[in-house]
């Protein structure tokens, strides 16, 4: 016959009928993320399973906040009439600026969206705080978790509460409806890997005189 063959597809079409394992692993990795972080939201409203619970979650989510991390770090080095524990904060309060910059920069980056059963009732928010990638609160805690085991000596008990209480920080933030569940996994990895960055660059008298000459 006079019929000509069929010219081949775009190479987006073949990609579309064709898609890679990588493609295939990463959608539904996605899939079962969003799936579970629904279903984690039991306190995401009033009216959800554990909604009686909201307030705990509430108070949990203020503990790992930055602002009254911040704070708190600031007035105890104004305070401490200490050269040693004058170190250990300012240490303390590089490593949680340190953190709001970098979370800030790869939520603007990323910019995935909070969950769509987050109700927007946070405690002080900025501008990336619309987005969910990664959880602000879980790095915050993992790298506060490593801080305080590696600088204070405390009893057994005690770390072992520091550890829950980073733990459980993690996991209101899903509870709450706020992230999704690779959001605070995410989050936890990174707070833990940049309190190695913050003891690579440990401030002292010697590597920071000037800052130190400040108090």
């Not at 909604?51 to 770090?73: D, N, Q």
């Not at 690779?182 to 800052?211: I, N, R």
Request: net charge positive.
């Amino acid at each position: 016959s006079g019929s000509s063959a069929a010219p081949p597809l775009p190479e987006e079409d073949c990609m579309k009928l064709n898609p890679s394992f990588l493609g295939i692993a990463l959608s539904s990795l996605l899939a079962i993320d969003l799936w579970a972080s629904k279903r984690l939201g039991v306190c995401a409203g009033e009216g959800s399973a554990w909604g009686s619970a909201r307030p705990l979650m509430k108070v949990i989510e203020v503990s790992g906040h930055g602002i009254p991390w911040l704070l708190g770090t600031f007035y105890g080095l104004c305070q401490s009439d200490s050269s040693a524990t004058r170190e250990v904060l300012l240490n303390l309060l590089f490593a949680l600026l340190l953190d709001l910059v970098l979370v800030a920069v790869v939520k603007g980056l990323v910019k995935r969206r909070r969950p769509t059963h987050n109700k927007m009732d946070m405690f002080v928010t900025i501008s990336v705080d619309k987005y969910s990638f990664p959880s602000g609160h879980a790095t915050r805690a993992a790298l506060v978790c490593r801080f305080v085991l590696h600088h204070l000596v405390l009893a057994i008990p005690l770390r072992v509460l520091v550890v829950l209480w980073a733990l459980v920080v993690g996991v209101s933030r899903v509870m709450l409806g706020r992230h999704n569940v690779t959001d605070v996994l995410f989050g936890l990895l990174l707070g833990y890997a940049l309190y190695s960055v913050v003891e690579y660059c440990w401030l002292s008298p010697l590597s920071a005189p000037a800052l130190f000459a400040l108090w």
